[in-house]
């Protein structure tokens, strides 16, 4: 079933859409993502970024992941809202936040990873596969025995 997913940040100047059916959707307990999310995680919905339609200027800030990959992250310059963001080590995919959404329970989330690093205070659903931190394998490796 073709998915139809839509969002933007919050005073409208970025929006996007897409066709294409989510490969990865996981929370990030990364301080990285913690600091720039809000609350005490990301949520992330990896698709490919060939497929996804932008409208508006994103901005990015890149900075080193714990594995030395770049991730970049995308955000609105007026308003500040998180959009997505793009991994070095996984070139062609985008990760939507899913805070970005219009409609966030159009996704349904996989996996949780930097679990280690989640305040005391952020419940993680306890059935989902849960790591530590990145599962050495990477995050597409648990999606396929899932
Ligand atoms: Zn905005
Ligand atoms: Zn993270």
Request: proline share 7%; glycine share 10%; charged share 15%.
């Amino acid at each position: 079933m073709a998915t139809n997913l839509k969002g933007g940040c919050l005073c409208g100047a970025v929006t996007y859409e897409t066709q294409a059916e989510p490969q990865i959707v996981g929370h990030c307990h990364c301080v990285d993502c913690r600091k720039s999310s809000g609350t005490g995680h990301g949520t992330h919905v990896g698709l490919p970024e060939d497929a996804l339609a932008v409208h508006g200027e994103i901005k990015f800030y890149d900075h080193p992941a714990d594995s030395g990959n770049i991730v970049s992250r995308g955000f609105c310059g007026n308003c500040g809202s998180a959009i997505l963001s793009r991994n070095s080590a996984m070139t062609g995919m985008a990760f939507l936040r899913a805070s970005s959404l219009e409609n966030p329970d159009a996704v349904t989330p996989q996996m949780i990873v930097y679990a280690s690093r989640a305040p005391s205070w952020d419940k993680m659903d306890p059935d989902l596969p849960s790591f530590a931190e990145m599962p050495d394998a990477g995050p597409a490796a648990v999606m396929a025995d899932h």
